[in-house]
C-alpha cells in the first residue's frame, strides 16, 4: 500500500508545483513562485520515501525497470534544482523544469510497476555505482537543458531590448551561462563514470565489456556529443547562445538514448526476467 501511496502524490505535488509557477509566470506575484518552489520540495520528499519504501521491498536498488527509472531521475532532478535554487534564488528556473519533471512522472505512471527481481547474472555492487553516477550526470544535463532553454529567452529578450516587469525575474547571461557551464563540466565526468562502470558491470555479467547493444551504442553517441560540447566550451571558447543551442541538441539525444532506444530497439539493457 506505501507504494501505492506515495507514488500519486508524487504526481499531484508536480502538478500543482506547475500550476504555480505558471501562476507566477503570468502574474509576476513572487508568492506563487514560492507556493511552486513548495510544492516541488514535497514531490522530492515524497520520491526519496517512495524510492526507499521500494528499495525495502524488492530488496536492491529500485531502477532496474522504466517507471523506477523515471522516478530516480526526477528525484535527482529536483536534488540539483534546490541545491542551485538556495544559492541563487532563481524562481524562473522553476517555470521550466517543474513541467519536465511532470512529465518525467506522467511518463513513468503508464510503465509497469509491477515489481520482480534481477535477473541473478547482472546482481552485482556495479548496478547501483553504474545507475548512480549515470543519473547524476543526466540530471545534472537535465538542468542543463532548462537553463539553455532559459538563456536563449533572455538573449531574444536582450537583442530586442525587452525591459520590463518580467526582466526583474529572468537570471543575467552571465549567471545562466556559468550554471550552464558548471552543469557540463559535472555532468560529464559522471556520464563517463557511468559508462565505464557499465562496462564493467557488462564485463562481470556477461564477459564483454562492449556487446553493440543499441543502449550502448547511442549511449556512446551521446557521450561523444557532450565530450564535443565540453572541448567546445574549454578549448574553443565558446560561450553563451552556441553552448545553449548545442546543449538543448545533446540533452534531446540524451533523453531518445533514455527512453526512446527502449522501446525502438531489442537489448539486454531489460534487466527483468
Not at 128 to 140: E, S
Not at 162 to 181: A, Q, R
Not at 251 to 263: A, E, N, Q, R
Request: with cysteine.
Amino acid at each position: 500500500m506505501i507504494l501505492q501511496f506515495t507514488f500519486y502524490p508524487i504526481l499531484f505535488f508536480l502538478l500543482c508545483a506547475t500550476l504555480f509557477f505558471f501562476f507566477f509566470l503570468f502574474t509576476l506575484q513572487e508568492k506563487w513562485g514560492r507556493i511552486g518552489v513548495s510544492f516541488l520540495g514535497l514531490s522530492l520528499a515524497v520520491s526519496f520515501l517512495y524510492l526507499v519504501a521500494k528499495g525495502i521491498q524488492l530488496g536492491y536498488f529500485p531502477i532496474t525497470s522504466k517507471h523506477e527509472s523515471l522516478i530516480f531521475f526526477e528525484f535527482l532532478l529536483l536534488l540539483i534544482f534546490f541545491v542551485f535554487y538556495f544559492k541563487f534564488r532563481l524562481l524562473m528556473v522553476g517555470v521550466f523544469l517543474a513541467p519536465l519533471a511532470l512529465l518525467l512522472i506522467v511518463i513513468s505512471a503508464f510503465m509497469n510497476k509491477e515489481t520482480s527481481t534481477v535477473i541473478p547474472i547482472l546482481q552485482s555492487f556495479w548496478l547501483p555505482l553504474h545507475v548512480m553516477a549515470a543519473f547524476i550526470g543526466n540530471a545534472l544535463f537535465a538542468l542543463s537543458f532548462v537553463i539553455s532553454f532559459i538563456y536563449l529567452i533572455e538573449n531574444f529578450r536582450l537583442k530586442k531590448k525587452k525591459f520590463d516587469e518580467l526582466g526583474k525575474y529572468l537570471p543575467s547571461i552571465t549567471v545562466l551561462d556559468n550554471i550552464n557551464y558548471f552543469c557540463i563540466i559535472y555532468g560529464f565526468p559522471f556520464m563517463t563514470l557511468g559508462i565505464i562502470t557499465g562496462a564493467i558491470w557488462a564485463q562481470y555479467a556477461i564477459g564483454s565489456y562492449w556487446n553493440n547493444d543499441p543502449k550502448e551504442v547511442w549511449s556512446l553517441i551521446t557521450w561523444i556529443l557532450y565530450a564535443a560540447l565540453l572541448h567546445l566550451r574549454l578549448i574553443t571558447g565558446w560561450k553563451g547562445k552556441k553552448i545553449a543551442i548545442f546543449s538543448i541538441l545533446a540533452f534531446s539525444i540524451l533523453i531518445f538514448s533514455f527512453i526512446g532506444v527502449t522501446y525502438l530497439f531489442k537489448g539486454y539493457h531489460s534487466f527483468k526476467p
